[in-house]
């Protein structure tokens, strides 16, 4: 009954048809131009000078836009004012936008672009994190997470190990490149279509550019084709470049990035560089963690110091750890700005203790499962940031340990790999724990606007974007549960500024409930007052009594009933409101960043996967032969959708753990700049089996409807990839030397088998 008759996902069948509106099915005005940009051919330097006239003189060009035709602010960044539009002086990265040609045609404007010539003063650039903190190029300080007192308690370990651990960067690769076609409108106003997860932050960017204020600048979203994070900071640039062109020119200005240029100029996952110090006591509890971090920020500020603080919070993972020192330096580097991606920092946090922990469990010979199994975090323990958690991780593995039986799963490799010399089997488990709410307390708030139509139909807009994620069946299903309707009586329709504003972007895995929670407070207030309305009708004072349920309203025993619309049809006759705007805000949540203690998070969502690889110990290559999870749905209120969300999220994670190379040269140049040099899953990559397992609780939590967010935490299943085929290396090669790097390749995969 929670669940209304709705299609698994309301979007799947224009989907499958053809028929679901992206940016590029947007029918295009009579007028419109086409832009291009050019990305700078060098990673550091200072520009001398930039010759557009070729380029002005090619038919069909209207105008060459740099730096000082910008009319408002040459600026978008978010967090941190430090990112140009345009450049201006300097360049600092490979790809950085230097100037803009908008021409009567693509071709004409791609051709044109080419045209430009940039006299460039090189610097030499900065590519590697730490060598970039040791020249003092910071973002911000650095910030430290602390408990208890680490020095004291590696005093008292039995065994204390130190190792570096490293991960890379990860493209987005959303099927659908960024985008904007922005469209004048009268009296100054512009509208822009943009492919972005954060229509409020597109809206400021492009405010702040053409220098007009905020309630002239609609932005319009009707679905992205995928996001990831790739478009919840970075499609402001895009945004604002065809506004200040379709503002300057008053037509409508259209860009979508080819694919090579969005790989090439936009930020990807933050890489990391770590270094760890573990104490353990000699029953393998770990007393006292010690982590440095080194996170690759790119050139200019972007989301990474939010990104930042999140790979602290989620530093120990699923574990208690009673001493704890976590640093982290946001290292600003030549290369495009590094970016939220799926996960924001917590999965790189989560790679180094995940890695630090094997790496005792090689030292020492034991097997890694039982140091992970001994420190698992319990219900009221505290991670380093000071809050409790809320559930526990201990029930999540003891479910999947029972349910897959790890014990046989264990023996069975064990067999095989004495019975296979070119093949190993290895497996690993891996427990996630993902805090739900933006780490940045202010942005945890949302809207909805309701309009109940005379006729009894229903629209809702929201700040949520749909990207793919489901966010708009969920909205639509809370709102059928509230009213007691069918779907079919309610639309959802596109993120809309002039709707509704001052949105966060679709992010942090919080989407549905900060907006779902703000549609369910607008349609309680609708139905109290149609309950008002009915009551007349139904001749009682009991509003508690009365039920709206399958698009009837009736009291709780009565055999007569009113219809939905009947009772809507009254209210409206009444002079009654249709409207409501419901607000949400996250309760209880806090955090103070001087002392970086707090309770950030409305919840946790917990999980666990357990990874088995087969690797070809001839030739490097491997399958992932299954993954098991039982994962932490509180109850989820679709599972075809959160099913799906786990299997992508899960696989996503497999890519940027075992096949995607992000490759910068030492010039800063992208040498993995298309899907013939950058590898990503495709169905052979795949694991052969996925088993997915809710975990059972009764638990009440903050999700709407009980449902918890399931976005982001699944990603995170993928680190067991990584960890299963090192295992498996291990068992043809014991004294394999093997990096903490990951992504683990096939080439590395190799080249440790024999190493
Ligand atoms: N974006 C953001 C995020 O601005 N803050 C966050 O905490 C976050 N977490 C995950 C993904 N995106
Ligand atoms: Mo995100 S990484 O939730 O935009």
Same mark, same amino acid.
């Given at each position: 009954?929670?669940?209304?008759?709705?299609?698994?996902?309301?979007?799947?069948?224009?989907?499958?048809?053809?028929?679901?509106?992206?940016?590029?099915?947007?029918?295009?005005?009579?007028?419109?131009?086409?832009?291009?940009?050019?990305?700078?051919?060098?990673?550091?330097?200072?520009?001398?000078?930039?010759?557009?006239?070729?380029?002005?003189?090619?038919?069909?060009?209207?105008?060459?836009?740099?730096?000082?035709?910008?009319?408002?602010?040459?600026?978008?960044?978010?967090?941190?004012?430090?990112?140009?539009?345009?450049?201006?002086?300097?360049?600092?990265?490979?790809?950085?936008?230097?100037?803009?040609?908008?021409?009567? +045609?693509?071709?004409?404007?791609?051709?044109?672009?080419?045209?430009?010539?940039?006299?460039? /003063?090189?610097?030499?650039?900065?590519?590697?994190?730490?060598?970039?903190?040791?020249?003092?190029?910071?973002?911000?300080?650095?910030?430290?997470?602390?408990?208890?007192?680490?020095?004291?308690?590696?005093?008292?370990?039995?065994?204390?190990?130190?190792?570096?651990?490293?991960?890379?960067?990860?493209?987005?690769?959303?099927?659908?490149?960024?985008?904007?076609?922005?469209?004048?409108?009268?009296?100054?106003?512009?509208?822009?279509?943009?492919?972005?997860?954060?229509?409020?932050?597109?809206?400021?960017?492009?405010?702040?550019?053409?220098?007009?204020?905020?309630?002239?600048? /609609?932005?319009?979203?009707?679905?992205?084709?995928?996001?990831?994070?790739?478009?919840?900071?970075?499609?402001?640039?895009?945004?604002?470049?065809?506004?200040?062109?379709?503002?300057?020119?008053?037509?409508?200005?259209?860009?979508?990035?080819?694919?090579?240029?969005?790989?090439?100029?936009?930020?990807?996952?933050?890489?990391?560089?770590?270094?760890?110090?573990?104490?353990?006591?000699?029953?393998?509890?770990?007393?006292?963690?010690?982590?440095?971090?080194?996170?690759?920020?790119?050139?200019?500020?972007?989301?990474?110091?939010?990104?930042?603080?999140?790979?602290?919070?989620?530093?120990?993972?699923?574990?208690?750890?009673?001493?704890?020192?976590?640093?982290?330096?946001?290292?600003?580097?030549?290369?495009?700005?590094?970016?939220?991606?799926?996960?924001?920092?917590?999965?790189?946090?989560?790679?180094?203790?995940?890695?630090?922990?094997?790496?005792?469990?090689?030292?020492?010979?034991?097997?890694?499962?039982?140091?992970?199994?001994?420190?698992?975090?319990?219900?009221?323990?505290?991670?380093?940031?000071?809050?409790?958690?809320?559930?526990?991780?201990?029930?999540?593995?003891?479910?999947?340990?029972?349910?897959?039986?790890?014990?046989?799963?264990?023996?069975?490799?064990?067999?095989?790999?004495?019975?296979?010399?070119?093949?190993?089997?290895?497996?690993?488990?891996?427990?996630?724990?993902?805090?739900?709410?933006? +780490?940045?307390?202010?942005?945890?708030?949302?809207?909805?606007?309701?309009?109940?139509?005379?006729?009894?139909?229903?629209?809702?807009?929201?700040?949520?974007?749909?990207?793919?994620?489901?966010?708009?069946?969920?909205?639509?299903?809370?709102?059928?549960?509230?009213?007691?309707?069918?779907?079919?009586?309610?639309?959802?329709?596109?993120?809309?500024?002039?709707?509704?504003?001052?949105?966060?972007?679709?992010?942090?895995?919080?989407?549905?409930?900060?907006?779902?929670?703000?549609?369910?407070?607008?349609?309680?207030?609708?139905?109290?007052?149609?309950?008002?309305?009915?009551?007349?009708?139904?001749?009682?004072? /009991?509003?508690?009594?009365?039920?709206?349920?399958?698009?009837?309203?009736?009291?709780?025993?009565?055999?007569?009933?009113?219809?939905?619309?009947?009772?809507?049809?009254?209210?409206?006759?009444?002079?009654?409101?249709?409207?409501?705007?419901?607000?949400?805000?996250?309760?209880?949540?806090?955090?103070?960043?001087?002392?970086?203690?707090?309770?950030?998070?409305?919840?946790?969502?917990?999980?666990?996967?357990?990874?088995?690889?087969?690797?070809?110990?001839?030739?490097?290559?491997?399958?992932?032969?299954?993954?098991?999870?039982?994962?932490?749905?509180?109850?989820?209120?679709?599972?075809?959708?959160?099913?799906?969300?786990?299997?992508?999220?899960?696989?996503?994670?497999?890519?940027?753990? +075992?096949?995607?190379?992000?490759?910068?040269?030492?010039?800063?140049?992208?040498?993995?700049?298309?899907?013939?040099?950058?590898?990503?899953?495709?169905?052979?990559?795949?694991?052969?089996?996925?088993?997915?397992?809710?975990?059972?609780?009764?638990?009440?939590?903050?999700?709407?409807?009980?449902?918890?967010?399931?976005?982001?935490?699944?990603?995170?299943?993928?680190?067991?990839?990584?960890?299963?085929?090192?295992?498996?290396?291990?068992?043809?090669?014991?004294?394999?030397?093997?990096?903490?790097?990951?992504?683990?390749?096939?080439?590395?995969?190799?080249?440790?088998?024999?190493?």
């Amino acid at each position: 009954e929670r669940i209304p008759p709705t299609q698994t996902n309301i979007d799947s069948q224009t989907h499958l048809r053809g028929e679901s509106l992206y940016l590029d099915d947007i029918p295009i005005l009579t007028g419109t131009l086409f832009g291009a940009c050019l990305g700078s051919p060098v990673a550091h330097g200072h520009i001398r000078s930039i010759d557009i006239s070729a380029a002005e003189a090619v038919p069909g060009v209207i105008k060459v836009f740099t730096a000082k035709d910008i009319a408002g602010e040459n600026e978008i960044g978010g967090i941190i004012q430090d990112e140009p539009l345009l450049a201006d002086h300097e360049v600092h990265f490979c790809g950085m936008p230097v100037a803009f040609v908008v021409a009567e +045609t693509w071709d004409i404007a791609r051709y044109a672009m080419k045209q430009i010539i940039t006299d460039i /003063e090189e610097h030499e650039p900065v590519t590697c994190p730490r060598k970039a903190k040791e020249l003092g190029m910071l973002i911000h300080p650095p910030r430290t997470h602390r408990l208890g007192n680490v020095d004291e308690a590696f005093e008292n370990c039995h065994y204390i190990f130190e190792g570096q651990a490293d991960s890379n960067g990860q493209e987005h690769l959303y099927i659908e490149t960024q985008g904007a076609y922005a469209v004048p409108q009268e009296n100054g106003q512009i509208r822009i279509y943009s492919s972005t997860q954060g229509p409020t932050a597109v809206q400021k960017a492009v405010s702040k550019v053409l220098g007009v204020p905020q309630h002239s600048i /609609e932005i319009d979203v009707t679905r992205l084709g995928g996001g990831f994070g790739g478009k919840e900071d970075q499609a402001n640039t895009w945004a604002a470049l065809c506004a200040m062109a379709a503002h300057h020119l008053q037509v409508p200005v259209k860009y979508a990035l080819h694919r090579l240029d969005d790989m090439a100029m936009t930020g990807k996952r933050h890489p990391y560089s770590s270094d760890f110090k573990i104490g353990l006591s000699e029953d393998l509890k770990i007393l006292a963690y010690e982590v440095t971090f080194y996170q690759n920020s790119g050139a200019s500020a972007d989301l990474s110091p939010a990104v930042l603080e999140r790979t602290l919070f989620h530093c120990n993972n699923t574990y208690y750890i009673p001493n704890v020192r976590a640093t982290a330096y946001p290292c600003k580097t030549h290369l495009p700005p590094n970016t939220a991606f799926r996960g924001f920092g917590g999965p790189q946090g989560m790679f180094v203790i995940e890695s630090a922990i094997m790496f005792v469990a090689e030292k020492l010979g034991v097997d890694a499962t039982d140091i992970q199994y001994r420190n698992l975090i319990q219900t009221g323990q505290p991670f380093a940031y000071r809050q409790l958690v809320d559930s526990d991780a201990q029930n999540c593995w003891h479910a999947a340990a029972n349910a897959f039986n790890i014990g046989q799963i264990k023996k069975d490799i064990a067999v095989f790999n004495e019975q296979n010399e070119h093949y190993k089997k290895g497996m690993a488990i891996m427990p996630i724990c993902f805090g739900i709410s933006f +780490t940045n307390t202010m942005m945890n708030n949302a809207r909805a606007l309701v309009h109940i139509y005379s006729d009894g139909s229903v629209n809702i807009s929201t700040g949520a974007v749909e990207m793919g994620q489901g966010v708009n069946t969920k909205i639509m299903q809370v709102a059928a549960v509230t009213l007691g309707i069918h779907p079919r009586k309610i639309k959802i329709l596109s993120t809309n500024t002039y709707r509704v504003a001052n949105t966060s972007p679709s992010a942090a895995s919080a989407t549905a409930d900060l907006n779902g929670k703000a549609a369910q407070i607008a349609c309680t207030a609708l139905l109290n007052r149609l309950k008002e309305v009915a009551a007349q009708q139904l001749n009682t004072t /009991e509003l508690d009594h009365i039920c709206f349920k399958n698009g009837l309203v009736y009291l709780d025993d009565a055999e007569t009933a009113l219809t939905w619309e009947a009772v809507v049809m009254t209210a409206f006759v009444q002079r009654v409101a249709l409207t409501e705007n419901g607000h949400y805000a996250t309760p209880k949540i806090h955090y103070d960043k001087a002392t970086e203690q707090g309770h950030p998070f409305a919840y946790h969502v917990f999980g666990t996967s357990i990874t088995e690889v087969t690797v070809d110990c001839i030739r490097g290559i491997y399958d992932i032969d299954s993954v098991k999870i039982v994962h932490d749905f509180g109850e989820s209120m679709n599972t075809g959708i959160d099913m799906g969300q786990i299997e992508g999220g899960l696989v996503q994670g497999i890519g940027w753990m +075992t096949l995607e190379e992000v490759v910068y040269d030492a010039k800063g140049k992208l040498r993995s700049n298309a899907l013939s040099t950058y590898k990503v899953p495709d169905v052979y990559s795949v694991p052969g089996t996925i088993t997915i397992l809710p975990l059972e609780t009764d638990k009440d939590n903050m999700a709407i409807l009980k449902s918890k967010a399931v976005g982001e935490p699944p990603l995170m299943y993928g680190i067991g990839s990584y960890f299963a085929i090192r295992n498996a290396i291990k068992a043809f090669n014991p004294n394999a030397k093997i990096a903490l790097d990951a992504p683990m390749t096939p080439e590395k995969t190799l080249m440790a088998l024999y190493s």
